[in-house]
């Protein structure tokens, strides 16, 4: 670290880095509706399309991820379900995301890493597409997410509590960038900072269902310090997040 002042950053990558909502999510989801259908008729159980989204969503919203739920109550193999739900036949060609990221990233002083409850091989091409590979020091996807051998992605206090012990740096001196405000709560919880990213949101809330604070998108949570439409806005809020 340059100072005691010098921030660490932990970014999140969809529907903050890019606009997953555009095609990137509906296709996940309709990944893991295929998984999980194919699991609830191996059960026995019911799995009309009811069923199987309300699934998806109960476990999302129970666990932070959907594999969670499948892995626990279902004995889903956690490779399996993290390489299926992300097989894409053209990846690049659904991404959508703002021009100029790389130069907003360049202005926010200090180290910054990739915090994704994403598969590590899709994050990283994702990342790569973007252009954006260079600006992170680590990348940590949720094979990275273990604490005492149980898979702890966010919004787990634990697994932050071990990443901000990893690299030996307080919490008020982290800022997470997330869409996510479970995530952001946890965080701040803990004594990190926190960026709440908007813009992608309605999207995300049609696929997944009106979850918690991102009901009302004109709501200010207490446990979020800058609330931003897109990352470029962030060198400009950076008083506010010190």
């Not at 600006?135 to 990443?163: D, G």
């Not at 949101?201 to 918690?212: D, E, N």
Request: hydrophobic share 40%; charged share 25%.
């Amino acid at each position: 670290m340059a100072s005691n002042t010098t921030p660490l950053w932990l970014f999140d990558l969809d529907n903050t880095l890019h606009n997953a909502s555009h095609a990137i999510f509906p296709a996940i989801n309709a990944n893991m509706n295929r998984i999980i259908t194919r699991v609830l008729e191996e059960g026995g159980h019911p799995s009309d399309e009811a069923a199987v989204n309300h699934l998806r969503r109960h476990y999302w919203k129970l666990y932070g991820a959907t594999l969670l739920g499948m892995v626990r109550h279902h004995g889903v193999r956690i490779e399996d379900f993290l390489h299926e739900a992300h097989l894409f036949d053209d990846l690049p060609g659904m991404v959508r995301a703002e021009r100029g990221i790389g130069r907003w990233l360049r202005q926010l002083p200090g180290r910054k890493i990739l915090l994704t409850n994403a598969p590590h091989r899709y994050s990283r091409e994702l990342v790569r597409h973007l252009g954006l590979h260079r600006h992170f020091s680590h990348h940590l996807s949720i094979e990275s997410m273990h604490v005492h051998r149980q898979l702890r992605p966010k919004p787990s206090r634990l697994m932050l509590r071990k990443l901000l012990a990893r690299h030996k740096i307080a919490p008020h001196r982290c800022i997470l960038v997330e869409d996510t405000v479970d995530n952001l709560k946890t965080a701040r919880q803990l004594g990190v900072r926190t960026a709440w990213v908007t813009q992608y949101l309605r999207g995300s809330q049609a696929l997944l269902g009106h979850i918690g604070g991102q009901r009302v998108l004109s709501r200010f949570p207490g446990y979020v310090d800058v609330k931003v439409r897109s990352v470029r806005q962030l060198p400009r809020r950076l008083a506010a997040l010190r």
